[in-house]
């Protein structure tokens, strides 16, 4: 298992992992490529987070805000759609958190 970080300046730049994992001169991988690890991006498995927000039976906030704060996080672009991610080889991890 090999973990990478690569950033970006998102008004900048349109972000694309796979595209990032595969190139030759700037890639977060040269890193690993030094140790011999090479990476094939027509294989790789991403894996990533999903959270579900569900109304607490108690909270700080009022129920308007709670309700209004859940609409606006399920608006939001799913992690696969953001990075740009292969729909066939994504592994999402999700958990629920209550608010």
């Known amino acids: 298992m090999l973990r ?3 950033r970006y300046a ?3 730049h349109r972000l694309r992992a796979p ?15 030094s140790y011999g690890l090479s990476i094939d991006v027509d294989t790789t498995t991403f ?3 999903r959270e579900t927000l569900v109304p607490a039976r108690v909270s700080a906030m ?3 805000r709670t309700k209004m704060f ?9 992690a696969a759609q953001f990075y740009r991610l292969p729909p066939g080889r994504v592994v999402e991890l999700g958990s629920q958190t209550e608010i």
């Open 4 to 6: 990478t970080l690569a």
């Open 10 to 12: 998102r008004h900048k």
């Open 19 to 33: 595209r990032s994992l595969s190139l030759k001169d700037r890639s977060p991988l040269e890193g690993a490529r």
């Open 47 to 49: 894996f990533i987070r």
């Open 62 to 64: 009022t129920k308007w």
């Open 70 to 78: 859940i609409k606006l996080y399920e608006s939001a672009l799913e």
